[in-house]
């Protein structure tokens, strides 16, 4: 029989990582379906996997329940449901809302006594979570999915904002999948998005950030060499540009293909490149007209790592500067890029123009990365540890597909 869990003090702002979310999980802050409990490798240096649940909903359009449960807006907006337990075909531009196997029980503030909680056995106990600040949570498509170019977001019950979720929720969680290159095959448990708890919330300053830089470089430029203090660029963040440069016959992009056969997210490296993909190769002057709503992929002219004590996210790009979204995937875990003698890993970005052809060019600057630090450092973090699919990587589609 488990040990039984009593008190829990969180002492320090910051992310979550793995070891916490493991127990908040064994004191029924983070649950599961019973008949599919949480597992051990769905738990990440700074976040948890959240898995598909049983049965999708094809609805008329995608909403907000700011007054409403999400089966309520379900209700009124569903179209037809089906059960994926066994598999099936999301269609591409169509929008589908699954309840997800997974639901949260967050306290509604900090220094909260929890009753009634159930700790993996049948006895009930009392539990006693004493924290600093309000316990929050912030959901964030997988790399892989945004790599698909399937559009996700978590909806949470009279919520006005999506991803956010707030001090206090108790409750299921639901997924918007909708998928927009290509259809795709879903199947119970399978996993496109991740959530991470947050102690508080406290972003690294400018400051705060080209500090941690001098010492523990976190940007490599194309030589591999740490970007100086008067050439890395911050604002609430730190900036990083788009890589359109290459020698002649080098790909530097790929555009998704239309008209495709559907993707069967359980098949890992299994799709032939050219039947879903264009190749960009480099061009003489290293700039490209985007076509609008077209999909492309492309990576980040810098490296970046993330050391062991912070986490950071890529932040939406700000349509002030062109009618483009950047990127469906934002979390980086701890450990990304390796350490300092790794040099580093390129972001790869998922690019959309709205609207208006719009061109690009090699060193534009594309998005920022925001650094939060860790509430303590990860148990372990990303890499060749945990079978990290993206770990070094330069320019590198999703991973089921053939890798060169």
Not at 144 to 160: E, K, M, N, P, Q
Not at 292 to 307: D, L, M, T
Not at 336 to 350: N, T
């Amino acid at each position: 029989m488990p040990e039984t869990i009593k008190e829990v003090q969180l002492r320090t702002k910051g992310i979550l990582p793995v070891q916490k979310l493991k127990m908040l999980h064994k004191l029924g802050i983070i649950k599961a379906n019973p008949d599919y409990p949480i597992e051990e490798n769905q738990f990440q240096p700074n976040s948890i996997d959240l898995r598909l649940g049983t049965k999708a909903y094809r609805v008329r359009c995608s909403f907000l329940p700011e007054n409403d449960t999400v089966h309520d807006k379900i209700d009124q907006l569903e179209q037809y449901s089906f059960s994926i337990k066994d598999g099936a075909v999301l269609e591409q531009n169509c929008v589908y809302i699954i309840p997800l196997l997974e639901s949260l029980e967050l306290p509604p503030s900090n220094h909260t006594v929890q009753k009634g909680l159930f700790n993996g056995d049948a006895e009930e106990t009392e539990v006693n979570l004493g924290t600093e600040e309000n316990l929050s949570a912030k959901a964030n498509p997988k790399s892989s999915t945004g790599r698909l170019d399937v559009f996700t977001r978590v909806i949470t019950d009279y919520s006005h904002r999506f991803e956010e979720i707030n001090p206090g929720y108790k409750g299921k969680l639901y997924l918007e999948v909708v998928p927009k290159s290509f259809s795709i095959k879903v199947k119970t448990g399978q996993r496109l998005n991740q959530l991470r708890v947050r102690h508080g919330f406290e972003v690294l300053k400018d400051q705060d950030l080209l500090r941690v830089h001098g010492a523990d470089p976190l940007l490599f430029n194309e030589d591999r060499k740490p970007v100086s203090m008067e050439k890395i660029k911050v604002n609430q963040g730190l900036f990083m540009s788009v890589n359109l440069k290459g020698g002649e016959g080098e790909i530097i992009g790929y555009k998704a293909k239309k008209h495709n056969n559907y993707i069967d997210l359980e098949n890992i490296g299994h799709y032939e490149v050219d039947e879903f993909w264009e190749p960009i190769y480099a061009q003489h002057k290293d700039r490209l007209i985007l076509e609008p709503e077209a999909f492309y992929i492309f990576a980040s002219k810098e490296r970046i790592r993330v050391p062991a004590h912070l986490a950071c996210e890529m932040i939406a790009y700000d349509t002030g500067s062109g009618e483009l979204r950047t990127h469906y995937a934002g979390f980086f875990d701890s450990g990304f890029g390796g350490s300092i003698e790794d040099k580093g890993a390129r972001a790869v970005l998922e690019v959309r123009s709205h609207d208006v052809p719009f061109m690009i060019e090699d060193g534009q600057t594309m998005f920022s990365m925001q650094f939060e630090p860790n509430a303590e450092r990860p148990d372990f973090v990303y890499g060749d540890e945990i079978e990290s699919n993206y770990q070094g990587q330069d320019l590198k589609l999703g991973k089921h597909f053939k890798q060169p």
